[in-house]
């Protein structure tokens, strides 16, 4: 079966989208991670300086029983946000690397299944079982792929509602 040069660069050019809306996808998560991270500091020193603030003016114990009291629940409650901001990002862009992968092995199915087809046509008499071996595998690994992604969507939506439940504001 010769190469066809067009359809060689045609997958290459494929190949190389794929990688670079990979990367691409990846720096986005690290971008708004690292912003998340900087917000997250910024605030930590804010409230830090306002809670010495507060410290030193503290005149008896029962001020500083409520003071600490004040400050508990809402670092309690930036901690949950940061980590449900964390959490959206990283899940976020997972469905999107999930979405990139099952496109891409549609088109290698495509990809296969015309080669399979190609090479049955040309394929000499008596060659029968062995393309119906490939075309078998081929149809294993198809239901092998199917089966990863619904058991992968659905540890996404257990994670995500387990995720709801936990940072749920009350």
Avoid: C, H
């Avoid at 917000?39 to 409520?66: I, Q």
């Avoid at 549609?106 to 119906?132: C, L, N, R």
Wanted: net charge positive; charged share 20%; aromatic share 4%.
């Amino acid at each position: 079966m010769p190469i066809n040069l067009e359809q060689f660069a045609a997958s290459n050019k494929a190949a190389v989208d794929s990688l670079l809306a990979v990367a691409n996808t990846a720096l986005a998560s690290a971008e708004r991670i690292a912003a998340l991270n900087l917000g997250a500091a910024r605030n930590a020193l804010e409230d830090t300086s306002s809670a010495a603030k507060a410290v030193l003016a503290v005149k008896n114990p029962k001020d500083a029983v409520a003071l600490q009291t004040s400050t508990l629940k809402p670092a309690v409650e930036k901690a949950v946000d940061y980590s449900r901001s964390l959490y959206e990002i990283s899940s976020e862009s997972q469905q999107q690397l999930a979405k990139m992968l099952e496109a891409q092995f549609a088109d290698f199915q495509k990809q296969i299944s015309s080669m399979v087809a190609q090479a049955t046509k040309a394929a000499p008499a008596g060659s029968e079982t062995i393309m119906a071996a490939m075309q078998s595998a081929i149809n294993a690994a198809n239901s092998a792929f199917g089966n990863m992604t619904a058991m992968t969507k659905q540890l996404t939506e257990t994670a995500q509602a387990n995720m709801a439940a936990a940072t749920k504001k009350k």
